[in-house]
């Protein structure tokens, strides 16, 4: 469109017609864009961002809100990944390390095929009911992960720098002797921030999701995602590592005197008996970093449990660690 020999409006569509790109400009030297973007089976999405033409700052001409267009950009991202839902979505907010999310679907039997149909499942299994259920492929459990997971990128802690995410990789655990997934069965899935810090590439997010089938453990995944070119303050960076495990074995009196006079290590009061020569300690840890700067640590505090293998074979917890330190390049 034009005004008094002006464009004032831009609107570019596919080859079908389909708007993708609008663009406008106020009388007030306002622009407006709305970025369109057709689900795979829902409604079309839009993306509306703001800025403001200054000619008289030649050297940044266009300005826009950075928070107003970071919400924009978090609750697009909310809109295109939940398009097909069957309400609206909101996600619980996470605004500290250690803050967890809570969800859980029950698998349907369109859950199931629209997986199956995306990712090219075509086994039989998947398509015909076996005693009434349908079956569904384990990398289901991955799907029950993603609200968590897109809840933690839109929250508070992560800041912006959503519309530059990318995935870097998924690894999941499944725990022992885990049963097939059936239709009508309940995931319940509990996701916290393992993880939030600077790279060379941006900043990194690291989340594990721990997943319940009925109640009982199925696995764990661990999903590491980069915000591209987005960097945090040093200062609110940080990583957890859990359930870390290390073995150490005392072969000596000495030995067993320097564990015993650590100050992080305290014997539990009433721990069945205290460490012999020649007995190896298996310590369970769980250790919280905060940065001072990209490679250095401002505290590391450690938390845990140490436990001795009794003569009958049965781990005994006999006692506790609490360690904290400050400035550090490692955990010392």
Known sequence: AVTDGLPVSVEIADAAGFRELELTCDTDRTIRLAIH???IRGPTIALPLEF???????????????????????RFYTDVWTASADKPTTFQDMKRPGDTIYDEITITASHIRGFCDITGHKSWQYACPDDGNLVAPMEFLGTAAMRPILAAFQSTIFGP???????HFNR???ADGVPTLLEGDTI???????GLENTVAGKKLTVTTVMKRNGQKTGSMK??????????????AFAIDREHKVTIALPSAADVTVLESREWFAYREGAPSRIEPGTEVEFCLDSEY???????????VTTGTASVKMRSGRSVHIADVDFQWGAATKNP
């Open 52 to 74: 403001t033409y200054n000619p008289s700052q030649a050297t940044a001409l266009i300005h826009g809100s950075k928070q107003a267009n970071d919400d924009a950009v978090r």
């Open 290 to 300: 905060r940065f001072a700067s990209d490679d250095m640590y401002s505290s590391v």
């Open 223 to 236: 999903t590491v995602l980069v915000s591209r070119l987005h960097h945090m303050e040093a200062s609110n």
């Open 161 to 167: 720098g959503t519309a530059h995410v990318v995935h």
């Open 37 to 39: 973007h057709a689900t």
């Open 172 to 174: 999941i655990e499944l």
């Open 188 to 194: 319940s899935v509990a996701m916290s921030i393992d």
